[in-house]
């Protein structure tokens, strides 16, 4: 399964952003409708964090407490796409964004519970 991030960019400050995560590959239909999907983030010199997960089904999701009433994860099982829309945007949500594939139906903050990881896509906000 290869996971492919998109819809990065360089925005000003209160900008928005929407990031689409889609999957490719053997099984990948299957783990973008059965997987709990996260979103995770790293900026320069810092580990990586976790931003957002959801279930399956789309019906339970985490938020940071960092995003908490800015970004909005969500899926699409049909088009097997996972997507972050970001609002509000502070230059301190500068980051390579990366999208990945929980072991279980339910997201989690711990990264070591995601086993597919996709290729990141890099955001940056200007001030």
């Known amino acids: 399964v290869q996971l492919q991030a998109s819809g990065g960019g360089l925005v000003q400050a209160g900008g928005s952003l929407r990031l689409s995560c889609v999957a490719s590959?053997?099984?990948?239909?299957?783990?973008?409708?059965?997987?709990?999907m996260g979103w995770f983030r790293q900026a320069p010199g810092k580990e990586r964090e976790f931003v957002a997960g959801?279930?399956?089904?789309?019906?339970?999701?985490i938020d940071a407490d960092s995003v908490k009433g800015r970004f909005t994860i969500s899926r699409d099982r049909v088009k097997n796409t996972v997507y972050l829309q970001m609002s509000s945007l502070k230059p301190e949500d500068t980051a390579v964004y990366y999208c990945?594939?929980?072991?279980?139906?339910?997201?989690?903050?711990?990264?070591?519970?995601?086993?597919?990881w996709g290729k990141g896509t890099l955001v940056t906000v200007s001030s």
């Open positions: 990945a594939a929980s072991r279980t139906s339910y997201s989690s903050t711990d990264y070591s519970q995601y086993v597919y």
């Open positions: 590959g053997r099984a990948s239909g299957r783990i973008l409708s059965n997987n709990g």
């Open positions: 959801v279930s399956w089904n789309g019906a339970s999701t």
